[in-house]
């Protein structure tokens, strides 16, 4: 069933998400419940696909999304998530090991959870795959100019 594909879950929880955001502002409570049925959704596109980045990654952001929640209604439980969100962005960036974007996204979530050792190891791996990133731009723009 097509309702039912990756595709149609990363749709419908990127279309909450988008809502929750127009609202947040000024209900932040509906927009957590959105964020929340958000993260839901992504949770089943990772587990129709658990190849798939982009499901991974997007259930990391979700659990972010409810870290920055607990802690700004300063609940203890806000570090727990932060390390959850941290794991499931590190399964999100075994999927795709040159994403520089999740391993920013880990080294954020370690910050937040207090683990100074890790955020710095996936702080330096993010910085190690955008340098890579611009040489290799460098190198194409290279060839590019010498193939004409």
Known sequence: ????SPSAFLQSG??????????????????RAL???AG???????????TQHAAAFRLGQAWVAEAHA???EGSEDAIAMWRQAALQCEVAFA???HHAVTAMHIASCYA???DAEAKQAWAQIAQHLQEEHAAN??????ADEAAR
């Open 112 to 114: 937040w959870a207090q």
């Open 137 to 142: 731009m460098a190198a194409n723009m290279a």
């Open 1 to 4: 069933m097509p309702s039912d």
């Open 95 to 97: 999927l795709d090991p």
């Open 40 to 50: 839901m959704l992504f949770q089943r596109a990772h587990e129709a696909d658990p």
């Open 70 to 72: 607990l802690q700004k």
């Open 14 to 31: 990127n279309a909450l998400v988008a809502q929750a955001q127009a609202v947040a502002t000024q209900d932040f409570a509906a927009a």
């Open 35 to 37: 964020w929340r049925q």
